[in-house]
Protein backbone atom coordinates (compact mmCIF):
# COMPACT_ATOMS: atom_id res chain seq x y z
CA UNK A 1 0.00 0.00 0.00
CA UNK A 2 1.65 3.35 -0.81
CA UNK A 3 0.49 7.01 0.18
CA UNK A 4 0.58 9.82 -1.81
CA UNK A 5 3.35 11.90 -1.09
CA UNK A 6 3.82 14.21 -4.15
CA UNK A 7 6.20 12.48 -5.88
CA UNK A 8 4.73 11.35 -9.60
CA UNK A 9 5.53 8.44 -11.93
CA UNK A 10 8.62 9.74 -13.78
CA UNK A 11 9.95 11.75 -10.70
CA UNK A 12 13.73 10.79 -9.93
CA UNK A 13 14.66 12.44 -6.81
CA UNK A 14 12.70 10.82 -4.33
CA UNK A 15 14.33 9.33 -0.85
CA UNK A 16 13.93 5.39 -2.31
CA UNK A 17 16.24 6.50 -5.26
CA UNK A 18 18.41 8.42 -2.79
CA UNK A 19 18.88 5.12 -1.19
CA UNK A 20 19.45 3.12 -4.48
CA UNK A 21 22.07 5.75 -5.77
CA UNK A 22 23.96 5.67 -3.01
CA UNK A 23 24.19 1.62 -3.05
CA UNK A 24 25.24 1.42 -6.35
CA UNK A 25 28.33 4.81 -6.14
CA UNK A 26 29.18 2.47 -3.10
CA UNK A 27 29.22 -0.56 -4.30
CA UNK A 28 32.48 0.00 -6.05
CA UNK A 29 34.65 0.74 -2.80
CA UNK A 30 32.94 -3.11 -1.78
CA UNK A 31 33.89 -4.71 -5.08
CA UNK A 32 37.77 -3.46 -3.99
CA UNK A 33 37.73 -4.39 -0.92
CA UNK A 34 36.75 -7.92 -1.78
CA UNK A 35 39.11 -8.06 -4.84
CA UNK A 36 42.09 -7.10 -2.62
CA UNK A 37 41.08 -8.54 0.41
CA UNK A 38 38.81 -11.15 0.30
CA UNK A 39 36.94 -12.44 3.71
CA UNK A 40 37.07 -9.68 6.32
CA UNK A 41 34.65 -8.66 9.30
CA UNK A 42 34.66 -5.20 7.16
CA UNK A 43 33.66 -7.08 4.09
CA UNK A 44 31.24 -8.80 5.40
CA UNK A 45 29.69 -6.11 7.52
CA UNK A 46 29.86 -3.98 4.45
CA UNK A 47 28.33 -6.64 2.26
CA UNK A 48 25.58 -7.18 4.45
CA UNK A 49 24.76 -3.08 4.97
CA UNK A 50 24.52 -2.53 0.92
CA UNK A 51 22.32 -5.79 0.77
CA UNK A 52 20.22 -4.32 3.60
CA UNK A 53 19.60 -1.51 2.00
CA UNK A 54 18.03 -3.03 -1.54
CA UNK A 55 14.96 -3.67 1.17
CA UNK A 56 15.21 -0.51 2.56
CA UNK A 57 14.55 1.45 -0.70
CA UNK A 58 11.47 -1.08 -1.86
CA UNK A 59 10.24 -0.46 1.17
CA UNK A 60 10.27 3.47 1.17
CA UNK A 61 9.12 2.63 -2.83
CA UNK A 62 6.22 1.14 -1.66
CA UNK A 63 5.33 3.67 1.07
CA UNK A 64 5.82 6.54 -0.95
CA UNK A 65 4.90 5.36 -4.53
CA UNK A 66 7.22 3.26 -7.12
CA UNK A 67 8.86 5.44 -9.79
CA UNK A 68 10.10 4.55 -13.50
CA UNK A 69 13.36 5.51 -12.29
CA UNK A 70 13.03 3.42 -9.14
CA UNK A 71 12.20 0.56 -11.34
CA UNK A 72 15.54 0.72 -13.48
CA UNK A 73 17.97 2.00 -11.06
CA UNK A 74 17.08 -0.65 -8.00
CA UNK A 75 17.78 -3.93 -10.24
CA UNK A 76 20.37 -1.65 -11.60
CA UNK A 77 21.74 -1.55 -7.83
CA UNK A 78 21.26 -5.27 -7.49
CA UNK A 79 23.23 -6.58 -10.13
CA UNK A 80 26.00 -4.27 -9.71
CA UNK A 81 26.17 -5.77 -5.85
CA UNK A 82 25.74 -9.41 -6.70
CA UNK A 83 27.42 -9.39 -10.32
CA UNK A 84 30.38 -7.43 -9.18
CA UNK A 85 31.27 -9.23 -5.80
CA UNK A 86 31.16 -12.83 -7.70
CA UNK A 87 33.20 -11.07 -9.99
CA UNK A 88 35.71 -10.08 -7.34
CA UNK A 89 35.47 -13.53 -6.02
CA UNK A 90 36.56 -15.51 -8.85
CA UNK A 91 39.33 -12.87 -9.70
CA UNK A 92 40.90 -13.94 -6.25
CA UNK A 93 40.17 -17.88 -7.09
CA UNK A 94 37.86 -17.91 -3.89
CA UNK A 95 34.68 -19.21 -6.70
CA UNK A 96 34.89 -21.34 -9.90
CA UNK A 97 34.03 -18.93 -12.79
CA UNK A 98 31.38 -21.44 -13.78
CA UNK A 99 28.47 -20.80 -11.64
CA UNK A 100 29.46 -16.38 -11.75
CA UNK A 101 29.12 -17.11 -15.44
CA UNK A 102 25.42 -18.76 -15.18
CA UNK A 103 24.22 -16.14 -12.73
CA UNK A 104 25.89 -13.50 -14.07
CA UNK A 105 24.64 -14.51 -18.20
CA UNK A 106 20.96 -14.95 -16.50
CA UNK A 107 20.89 -11.28 -15.25
CA UNK A 108 21.87 -10.00 -18.23
CA UNK A 109 19.78 -12.08 -20.31
CA UNK A 110 16.16 -11.56 -18.47
CA UNK A 111 17.13 -7.48 -18.23
CA UNK A 112 17.42 -7.36 -21.71
CA UNK A 113 14.37 -9.54 -22.13
CA UNK A 114 12.37 -8.01 -19.87
CA UNK A 115 13.51 -4.52 -21.30
CA UNK A 116 12.19 -4.99 -25.13
CA UNK A 117 9.20 -7.00 -23.39
CA UNK A 118 8.68 -3.50 -21.54
CA UNK A 119 9.25 -1.39 -25.03
CA UNK A 120 6.30 -2.99 -26.48
CA UNK A 121 4.45 -2.28 -23.42
CA UNK A 122 4.86 -5.35 -21.58
CA UNK A 123 5.59 -5.89 -17.83
CA UNK A 124 7.15 -9.29 -16.13
CA UNK A 125 7.66 -8.73 -12.60
CA UNK A 126 9.83 -10.42 -10.40
CA UNK A 127 8.21 -13.05 -9.06
CA UNK A 128 8.56 -14.82 -5.12
CA UNK A 129 11.22 -17.45 -6.64
CA UNK A 130 13.30 -14.81 -8.25
CA UNK A 131 13.62 -12.88 -4.91
CA UNK A 132 14.23 -16.00 -3.13
CA UNK A 133 17.39 -16.25 -5.61
CA UNK A 134 18.81 -12.84 -5.03
CA UNK A 135 18.93 -13.49 -1.02
CA UNK A 136 20.04 -17.26 -1.63
CA UNK A 137 23.04 -15.74 -3.56
CA UNK A 138 23.54 -13.02 -1.21
CA UNK A 139 23.61 -15.57 1.34
CA UNK A 140 26.18 -17.58 -0.52
CA UNK A 141 28.58 -14.29 -0.89
CA UNK A 142 28.35 -13.34 2.77
CA UNK A 143 29.34 -16.85 3.54
CA UNK A 144 31.98 -16.32 1.22
CA UNK A 145 33.36 -13.18 2.77
CA UNK A 146 32.80 -14.25 6.60
CA UNK A 147 36.43 -14.98 7.74
CA UNK A 148 34.53 -17.85 10.29
CA UNK A 149 33.61 -19.61 6.81
CA UNK A 150 36.84 -19.42 4.22
CA UNK A 151 37.94 -23.15 6.06
CA UNK A 152 34.47 -24.41 5.05
CA UNK A 153 34.42 -23.41 1.43
CA UNK A 154 32.02 -26.18 0.27
CA UNK A 155 29.58 -24.55 2.69
CA UNK A 156 29.39 -21.10 0.23
CA UNK A 157 29.96 -23.16 -2.76
CA UNK A 158 27.02 -25.20 -2.11
CA UNK A 159 25.05 -22.12 -1.83
CA UNK A 160 25.82 -20.53 -5.27
CA UNK A 161 25.28 -23.74 -6.62
CA UNK A 162 21.90 -23.80 -4.97
CA UNK A 163 21.56 -20.03 -6.13
CA UNK A 164 22.86 -21.10 -9.85
CA UNK A 165 19.45 -23.68 -10.06
CA UNK A 166 16.91 -20.74 -8.60
CA UNK A 167 18.81 -18.80 -11.63
CA UNK A 168 18.06 -20.76 -14.40
CA UNK A 169 14.19 -21.92 -13.28
CA UNK A 170 13.12 -18.25 -12.56
CA UNK A 171 15.20 -16.97 -16.10
CA UNK A 172 12.75 -19.86 -17.95
CA UNK A 173 10.20 -18.95 -15.94
CA UNK A 174 10.70 -14.81 -16.77
CA UNK A 175 11.00 -16.32 -20.70
CA UNK A 176 7.56 -18.38 -20.80
CA UNK A 177 5.66 -15.70 -18.77
CA UNK A 178 7.07 -13.02 -21.33
CA UNK A 179 6.10 -15.34 -23.83
CA UNK A 180 3.13 -15.87 -22.90
CA UNK A 181 2.40 -11.90 -22.07
CA UNK A 182 3.60 -11.47 -25.81
CA UNK A 183 1.61 -13.55 -27.56
CA UNK A 184 -1.67 -12.34 -25.69
CA UNK A 185 -1.19 -8.52 -26.64
Do not use: H
Not at 169 to 181: D, I, K
Amino acid sequence: MSTDTGFGKSALATPANAVTITRLLISPILLVMIASGGASWAAVCFWVLLCVTDGVDGYIARRQGVTSSGAFLDPLADKVLVLGALAALVSRGDLWWLPAGLIGVREITVSIYRSRLAQRGISVPARWWAKVKTVLTEVAIGFALLPLTTDAQWWYKSLIWAAVVLTLVTGAQYVFEGGREARAS
